[in-house]
């Protein structure tokens, strides 16, 4: 199966971004030309933001544009620039438990970003819309594995509210205006050069720091937990590949990424201690608000039309991201 064409110019929006940086450098490899959009806000540290625009910039292919998505002039301008044919939309604000007290920040960034997005693609027409939702959409959703045919309509973070709202936006959009749009449900991304604010990579500086780690619920906790390089394939298997239409002739579709197989957070932790070279002082907590105790992927459709599973272990995923975490980090542990 043909991933990409490298005649066709692909925009990534959060190009810095953890999942940004590596799809856009996926895609720079095989010599497609990207144009990379963001903010460099500083919800994480934007040194490692810059250092992930570094090795962009090495490229000839790869031009990047500071911005912001919530400025409708400001992606309209992108959009008159460079005509992208197909575009990935990957800039959000992320985090669950940050959306609690920072509610404003997901509004502006996650829903009317996501909405200047649909409104650029609709006045200059693109092949194909992708677009970031997130396993979060399922919020305390009992029936396992979660599928994309589950009603997710409870959700417990507003977070998770405006991934849902971005899977509605684009159906609406995808039916009056015949914009193709796939929507993909991540499944806890994890790897070298990720986003600081996820559990594992704060777990790797307390650890390497002797500090205590805190682990909710008492560590009775699952996650599909994803690697990086199993999301970039999974991403890039479907972006010269739109929906055909559903039964109404919609041209949408959602997938799930995720591993397809949950980890008990005790055992990932021993994973990564192994990896550290090091064991971590714990502190037992009860569940957080917004948060949920398991999450567990149903992928059949990503294998039906794609003949493709994600299925890096752990052990193998945790290794890569502690040498990573190692080198980048040396100066500091």
Not at 62 to 75: C, M, N, Q, S, Y
Not at 116 to 133: D, G, K, N, Q, T
Not at 156 to 161: G, H, K
Not at 172 to 182: A, N, Q, R
Request: with cysteine; charged share 25%.
């Amino acid at each position: 199966m043909k991933k990409t064409e490298s005649d066709k110019t692909y925009l990534v929006t959060g190009a810095a971004g953890f999942i940004g940086f590596f799809l856009s450098k996926a895609l720079l490899n095989v010599g497609n030309k990207v144009i990379g959009f963001d903010n460099l806000n500083d919800y994480y540290e934007v040194s490692l933001k810059n250092s992930r625009l570094k090795i962009l910039e090495a490229y000839d292919n790869f031009t990047f544009v500071k911005g912001d998505l919530a400025k409708k002039e400001e992606v309209f301008q992108l959009f008159e620039e460079y005509h992208p044919v197909i575009v990935v939309n990957l800039a959000a604000q992320a985090g669950v438990r940050y959306s609690i007290d920072n509610p404003e920040a997901y509004m502006q960034s996650n829903v009317m970003g996501f909405f200047h997005i649909l409104e650029a693609c609709r006045h200059y027409p693109v092949e194909h819309l992708v677009f970031a939702s997130s396993s979060s959409v399922y919020g305390a959703n009992e029936k396992i594995p979660f599928s994309t045919g589950d009603q997710v309509d409870q959700p417990v973070s507003l977070y998770a509210a405006t991934k849902k709202s971005n899977e509605l936006m684009a159906y609406s959009y995808s039916k009056l205006y015949k914009i193709p749009v796939t929507g993909l449900r991540f499944f806890t991304v994890y790897g070298p050069m990720g986003r600081p604010d996820m559990a594992y990579f704060k777990f790797a500086k307390k650890i390497m720091a002797e500090e205590e780690i805190e682990i909710y619920n008492h560590g009775e906790m699952y996650r599909d937990f994803t690697y990086i390089d199993d999301i970039i394939t999974g991403i890039e298997n479907l972006l010269c590949y739109p929906p055909k239409g559903d039964l109404q002739g919609v041209l949408y579709k959602i997938y799930n990424i995720g591993n397809n197989k949950p980890e008990k957070l005790m055992d990932f932790i021993s994973v990564l201690e192994k990896c550290l070279g090091k064991e971590a002082k714990k502190v037992f907590l009860p569940m957080q608000q917004g948060d949920v105790p398991r999450t567990y992927a149903d992928v059949d459709d990503l294998i039906r039309d794609f003949d493709f599973k994600p299925n890096t272990s752990i052990e193998e995923g945790l290794s890569a991201f502690a040498d990573w975490f190692k080198e980048y980090y040396k100066d500091v542990i």
